[in-house]
């Protein structure tokens, strides 16, 4: 299926645009840094077909979703913008699919939800929070944290030659990934719009605040108690694979890993073969459609 124009909605008052597809029960898919709801044209399209109503939202900041006045891009916040959408669409519950922050923001939402609110949670190269452990090769992994928090530096260097950075962060991300022509195209496309590299760049600085507030860091920190399902890639330039074996300590309910050889940061996109009928048949599974 071919994505339509996006839809807009007040959540929180902030006008998030989305995608939809399909009808029944909700699933929300969140996409992370740096790409936009088009990442999960073939997942929609998919779910619509499984009987879902498959939603995919823009992020706060990311063009067309409006960029917040207070500038607040905590994962507490993230995981509110996700309950909020779901009130927001007149449901009551959903099945939840996370990327990257977009992981971050499912994780937030899940640990913060009444248990009668998430009916499954899924997760993509993001491992649990509770499991990434300071090392020196996790540091190396994950050094964009530490360098965009210069910030005037950051920025400039992000809308330097039209954003070049972003062809150096898919690549050093996904080494392996032969094509991602079009998603980068998509993402120079949005981070063009005033005020996105600042808002995209936020969501690094709003991280690194929260680590001083230890009510966030506890909740965050959370078990988590639906079924769960998380997929990694062994060639992942930002996550090292080590955190994966720690995940299985992070869940109450049930709760499948798996880790991907071939497969870089971004494995529904690298891998949509495998791994978008794996979330369709885990949704089916445990949050089936009516």
Known sequence: MTLSDPKTIDVGGTQLAYFEQGSGPL???VHGYPDTAHTYERLLGALADAGYRAVAPFLRGYHPSAIPADGDYSGITLGQDVLGLIRALGESSAALVGHDWGAMAVYSATMQADPEVIDALVTLAIPHPRSLKPSLGA???ARHFITYQFKSGAVKRLKAKDFAHLD???KRWAPTWSDATEDIARAKACFRNPGVPEAALGFYWSWRAEQGDK????????????????IGGADDGAVGPKAWARTTGCYNGHYEYEVLDGVGHFPHSEAPDVVVPRVVDFLKTHAPPQ
Do not use: G
């Open 139 to 141: 540091i190396w992994k």
């Open 215 to 230: 009510e966030a860091r506890r909740t965050l920190a959370r078990r988590i108690d639906v079924p769960s399902l998380a």
């Open 27 to 29: 699933v929300v898919c």
């Open 168 to 170: 150096h962060i898919y």
